[in-house]
């Protein structure tokens, strides 16, 4: 059972449970890049060097979350490339989650382009991401994440001024 206070949602617990409310709020958070006069999902460039592997992000919090992920492999050459550079090459990302010993991994496919192949993973309980760029040249990851978690705080234990 709920009910609203502070327009936030607290949920009361039966008697015979240790807490008896708490306060929950849902955030979402963005890893976007920017640009002018661009609305929605604008993503951010993160270089991958030749034969290297990267943390793009890592999650150290206990906070339950959904997580929507756009992932583009794009040309690793900035200025001015030549002709062959302009190519996306495939990159190896892995989602990891939190509970699950398995990660999910997958190709963000290259291109003869300088934009590749795009993914888009919807996962829970997102913990981190890692990309491997196994070519001899570099190559760049585009990349968009929405991430929506929820923050419960105890009222009788520890405080959380959500207000």
């Known amino acids: 059972m709920y009910e609203y206070e502070y327009g936030e949602r607290d949920y009361d617990y039966d008697k015979h449970d240790r807490y008896k409310r708490k306060k929950c709020s849902a955030e979402t958070h963005t890893i976007?890049?920017?640009s002018t006069n661009l609305t929605g999902n604008t993503p951010i460039r993160i270089?991958?060097?030749?034969?290297?592997?990267?943390?793009v992000f890592e999650d150290?919090?206990?906070?339950?979350?959904?997580?929507?992920?756009?992932?583009?492999s794009v040309s690793g050459t900035s200025?001015?490339?030549?002709?062959?550079?302009?190519?996306?090459?495939p990159l190896e990302?892995?989602?990891?989650?939190?509970?699950?010993?398995?990660?999910?991994e997958a190709i963000i496919p290259g291109g003869d382009d300088v934009i590749g192949g795009?993914?888009?993973f919807q996962?829970?309980?997102?913990?981190?991401?890692s990309v491997s760029n196994p070519n001899?040249?570099?190559?760049?990851?585009?990349v968009f994440i929405q991430k929506t978690f929820c923050i419960c705080c105890e009222n009788n234990r520890n405080k959380c001024d959500l207000e």
Do not use: D, Y
């Open 60 to 72: 150290f919090t206990n906070n339950h979350n959904k997580t929507i992920l756009q992932l583009t």
């Open 118 to 120: 795009t993914r888009i």
């Open 79 to 89: 200025g001015v490339p030549t002709a062959s550079a302009l190519s996306a090459v």
């Open 32 to 34: 976007s890049g920017s």
């Open 93 to 104: 990302v892995t989602i990891r989650t939190r509970g699950s010993r398995t990660p999910i």
């Open 136 to 142: 001899n040249v570099p190559g760049a990851l585009n």
């Open 123 to 129: 996962v829970e309980n997102f913990e981190s991401l």
């Open 47 to 55: 270089p991958i060097p030749a034969n290297a592997n990267v943390t």
